[in-house]
C-alpha cells in the first residue's frame, strides 16, 4: 500500500510493536519473551491472508502472567470502539469481550471465518451478552477490495451491513465479481432499500474516510494480514479453528469478571 497513515501516539506505536511481534511469533511457533521500548512503531506493509492462515493460536493461554495481561489491556483499549449505533458492530455495547476483525472481501480466509466460525460465535458467545464483534474494513488487495469495503460501509448506512457483508462472503469473489454494478445487485439482494442512495453512499467522501479510518487503525497497530482480530487485547492471526477463538473469548471474559469484582 502506498498510503500513508497517521503518525499514532507513542503509547499506540508501542502496542502495535507489540501486536506484530505476537503475530510473527505465533506464525513462526515461536515463544518468546522480549521487552519492547516506547520507540516502537506499527508496520505500513500488508502481507498476503494466505501468509495468515498457517498461523497458529495467539499468544496468552488463559492464565495470562501480569505483564501479558498489562499488554492485552492496552490492545483491548487501543481497538474496541463500543459506539452506540456502530452499524459494523455485533452484540451489545457492554459486553464484556470485545472481537474487533480486520478483514479484505477478496480474501478467501476471511469467508471462511464469516462462513464457518462467525455463526458460532454468535451463538455461543453473542446471544448470551459475552461478546461484541466489531469489523473492521483493512482492504490490502487494491481497489476491488476498497470499493467493496466502500460498499459495505454504504450498507450500512440502511441498517443492512450484516446481510452485505455475509452475501459479499457467501462465495469468493474478486475482481470485476465487485464492479459497482455487480455490489449494487448484491445491496439489493441484502435488502438494502435506497439502491440510488447506496451508490451516492459508496462514491462519497464520507464512505472513504470510514475505510480509511479503519485501515489506519489497523496499520498502527502493525496488522499485516488478512483475516487478523484482536479479542479482548489477545491478537489472533488468520481463520483459526473455533478452538482458539474460545480460548481467548474465555479468559478474556474471566480476566473482566475477575476485575469487575
Not at 501480569?66 to 455485533?90: C, F, H, S, V
Not at 450500512?156 to 454494478?181: N, T
Not at 451508490?199 to 467522501?205: I, N, Y
Request: hydrophobic share 40%; net charge neutral.
Amino acid at each position: 500500500m502506498s498510503s500513508r497513515i497517521t503518525t499514532p501516539s507513542r503509547r499506540v506505536a508501542a502496542i502495535g510493536a507489540v501486536f506484530a511481534l505476537i503475530v510473527a511469533l505465533v506464525a513462526t511457533g515461536i515463544a518468546v519473551v522480549e521487552n519492547m521500548n516506547d520507540d516502537g512503531g506499527g508496520s505500513g506493509a500488508a502481507a498476503s491472508s494466505d501468509a495468515s492462515a498457517g498461523a497458529g493460536k495467539q499468544g496468552g493461554a488463559a492464565e495470562a502472567d501480569p505483564e501479558q495481561q498489562k499488554m492485552y489491556d492496552q490492545l483491548d483499549k487501543a481497538t474496541a470502539r463500543r459506539e452506540d449505533g456502530d452499524a459494523l458492530a455485533l452484540g451489545k455495547k457492554d459486553a464484556p469481550v470485545v472481537l474487533v476483525e480486520y478483514a479484505d472481501y477478496q480474501c478467501s480466509y476471511c469467508g471462511r471465518f464469516t462462513r464457518e466460525t462467525q455463526p458460532e460465535l454468535v451463538k455461543k458467545y453473542v446471544d448470551d451478552g459475552t461478546l461484541r464483534i466489531e469489523f473492521r474494513n483493512f482492504p490490502i488487495f487494491g481497489k476491488d477490495s476498497e470499493r467493496a469495503a466502500r460498499a459495505s460501509w454504504a450498507a450500512g448506512r440502511q441498517g443492512k451491513f450484516w446481510a452485505f457483508h455475509d452475501e459479499l462472503y457467501a462465495k469468493l469473489r474478486k475482481g470485476d465479481a465487485l464492479a459497482e454494478d455487480k455490489l449494487v445487485d448484491l445491496a439489493r439482494r441484502s435488502g438494502v432499500g435506497d439502491v440510488d442512495r447506496f451508490r451516492e453512499d459508496l462514491k462519497g467522501s464520507a464512505a472513504t474516510a470510514a475505510v480509511k479510518k479503519d485501515q489506519n487503525e489497523g496499520f498502527s497497530l502493525g496488522v499485516q494480514s488478512t483475516p487478523s482480530f484482536v479479542v479482548g487485547g489477545r491478537p489472533i492471526a488468520g481463520a483459526q479453528p473455533m478452538s482458539a477463538f474460545e480460548e481467548a473469548i474465555d479468559a478474556a471474559r474471566d480476566h473482566a469478571k475477575a476485575g469487575s469484582k
